[in-house]
Each structure stands twice: as structure tokens, then as C-alpha cells.
């Protein structure tokens, strides 16, 4: 069974930074793996901030999200990052990491293009 577990959420203030962090079990990265992260604040829907369609693929960032957010990975420990700097009240959300073992042509951005979601993490930005 799959299971992606989401850390690292918290309250932070304006400006700050914050890693959250998405360890994968039951699933090996490989390069056709897909991966994003994508967030949903109170009364609104959920949006994609930052995705991968493969391991050399395109990265997408959303409008918000870019020359803020970068996403990483430690493979042999199975685990996916978002590093956000600059952090804005705008950004308080609850974040989803999400990932699939198919690759994913074009924007990743489209929810059903994964199979496997973790359960959130909140992140409060202060101002």
C-alpha cells in the first residue's frame, strides 16, 4: 500500500521560511515519477502550486508560488521537499504533496494525473 506522509507545516511569520517535507512508502521514485504539491486555503478550492512531470521534466509553478517555492528530492530516503522562502499571509493553506508513478506530459497541475495524496499539513502564515 502507498502511503505519503506530509511534516514540517506550522505557524511561521511573514517572511519567514518553511520546508515541508512528503516520505513516500510503498512507492520508489523513479523518472517517470510525477510529483507536486498543491494547497487549499479556507473556502476555496484546491490548487496546484509546484509540480514535476518526470525527473527531468519542466517544473510548474504556480503565479504565487514561483521565485518562492522549489521542490526537491532525497531518493534513497524516499522523501520529497518544498522549500518556501518568503512567505506571505496569502500563502496559509493546507498543503498536499501528491505523486504518481506515470509521467506526466505538459502541466502537472491536473489533479488526476495522481494516483497517490497525502494527508495535509497546515501552514499559518502571520503577518
Known amino acids: 500500500e502507498v502511503q505519503l506522509a506530509e511534516s514540517g507545516g506550522g505557524l511561521v511569520q511573514a517572511g519567514g521560511s518553511l520546508r515541508l517535507s512528503c516520505a513516500a512508502s510503498?512507492?520508489?521514485?523513479?523518472?517517470?515519477?510525477?510529483m507536486g504539491w498543491f494547497r487549499q486555503a479556507p473556502g476555496k478550492e484546491r490548487e496546484g502550486v509546484l509540480c514535476?512531470?518526470?525527473?527531468?521534466?519542466?517544473?510548474y509553478w504556480s503565479d504565487s508560488a514561483k521565485g518562492r517555492f522549489t521542490i526537491t528530492t532525497d531518493n534513497a530516503k524516499n522523501t520529497m521537499y518544498l522549500q518556501m522562502n518568503s512567505l506571505k499571509p496569502e500563502d496559509t493553506a493546507v498543503y498536499f504533496c501528491a505523486m504518481d508513478d506515470s509521467e506526466t506530459l505538459g502541466s502537472c497541475f491536473g489533479e488526476s494525473a495522481y494516483d497517490y495524496w497525502g494527508q495535509g499539513t497546515q501552514v499559518t502564515v502571520s503577518s
Open positions: 514535476i512531470g518526470s525527473r527531468r521534466g519542466t517544473p
Open positions: 510503498g512507492f520508489s521514485f523513479g523518472d517517470s515519477t510525477t
